[in-house]
């Protein structure tokens, strides 16, 4: 009987692989029944394969390139979070300067709720912008 189960844990970042120290434990059965004429017999076999797999080399350039990448797909999420904001806030104000607005008793009133008209916010508050001599 032959047993290997194979491989390092592999840590993935794109397309950067990182292998990884593993330990597997493999528990194994094989077994037979044979009937001729008169005679039965059984033969069985148990056990476990402990296998430890470490990685050649060190991991110190995977590691230092891994916290790059995940620097970088940080910094891609918060653009996309950007962008996304940014197009609410201008689909609100071409929604505006067309002379709709969404229904205030609408679930989605949250959506344009904090864009609002430059006139307008300083009309309604014009004790902000009064400057002193």
Same mark, same amino acid.
């Given at each position: 009987?032959? +047993?290997?189960?194979?491989?390092?844990?592999? /840590?993935?970042?794109?397309?950067? &692989? #990182?292998?990884? !120290?593993?330990?597997?434990?493999? !528990?194994?059965?094989?077994?037979? =029944? $044979? /009937?001729?004429?008169?005679?039965?017999? +059984?033969? %069985?076999?148990?056990?476990?394969?402990?296998?430890?797999? @470490? !990685?050649?080399?060190?991991? %110190?350039? #995977?590691?230092? *390139?891994?916290? *790059?990448?995940? %620097?970088? $797909?940080? %910094?891609?999420?918060?653009?996309?979070?950007? =962008?996304?904001?940014? &197009?609410? &806030?201008?689909? #609100?104000?071409?929604?505006? $300067?067309?002379?709709?607005? +969404?229904?205030?008793?609408?679930?989605? $009133?949250?959506? #344009?709720?904090?864009? @609002?008209? +430059?006139?307008?916010?300083?009309?309604?508050?014009?004790?902000?912008?009064?400057?002193?001599?």
């Amino acid at each position: 009987m032959n +047993i290997n189960n194979g491989m390092t844990g592999k /840590q993935q970042f794109g397309t950067l &692989v #990182c292998s990884q !120290p593993t330990m597997a434990f493999t !528990p194994f059965y094989t077994g037979n =029944d $044979a /009937q001729g004429g008169e005679t039965y017999s +059984i033969n %069985e076999g148990w056990g476990l394969q402990l296998s430890f797999m @470490i !990685p050649l080399g060190d991991n %110190e350039t #995977c590691n230092e *390139i891994s916290k *790059i990448k995940l %620097e970088l $797909a940080k %910094e891609e999420l918060n653009k996309q979070e950007h =962008d996304k904001q940014l &197009v609410r &806030v201008l689909k #609100c104000s071409q929604l505006h $300067a067309s002379g709709y607005m +969404i229904n205030p008793n609408s679930k989605f $009133a949250y959506i #344009c709720s904090d864009v @609002i008209n +430059i006139r307008s916010y300083v009309k309604a508050n014009a004790e902000k912008f009064k400057t002193t001599n």
